[in-house]
């Protein structure tokens, strides 16, 4: 008989746990709050590299043109300023913060996101 280690006690109770955090801390309710702003925010930063930003709750996406040469150069870029992000499809660049992020780093980080997307 095949065994697997999937349903174990110590993995269900891991799960609970977590679950619990995400209940009690209102993660959910906070990153639609946090992800309506930051998608917001992004919005608003002039560029003539962006076409969309687009999103749910804290996953965010920030389609560049065409002309913009792809997404890549613009993560690396961010990577430099502390910022992690993941060109995807090519010309999108797709934000994923943690769930228990702050409107606080939110803010610190618009600054440079708004320098990297005005990089020529």
């Not at 709050?33 to 002039?46: A, H, S, V």
Request: proline content about 5%; some cysteine; glycine content about 8%.
């Amino acid at each position: 008989m095949d065994r697997t280690f999937g349903g174990n006690p110590l993995a269900a109770a891991t799960a609970r746990a977590a679950l619990r955090v995400i209940v009690e801390e209102k993660l959910v309710e906070r990153a639609a709050d946090l992800g309506e702003y930051f998608i917001e925010q992004l919005t608003e930063i002039p560029s003539p590299h962006v076409k969309e930003v687009r999103g749910k709750g804290l996953l965010v996406g920030v389609e560049l043109k065409q002309s913009a040469g792809g997404a890549r150069r613009f993560c690396e870029a961010l990577g430099t300023k502390g910022i992690l992000a993941k060109e995807t499809h090519v010309n999108t660049i797709r934000f994923a913060p943690p769930l228990v992020i702050d409107k606080a780093t939110i803010d610190w980080a618009l600054p440079l996101i708004r320098d990297a997307l005005n990089e020529k």
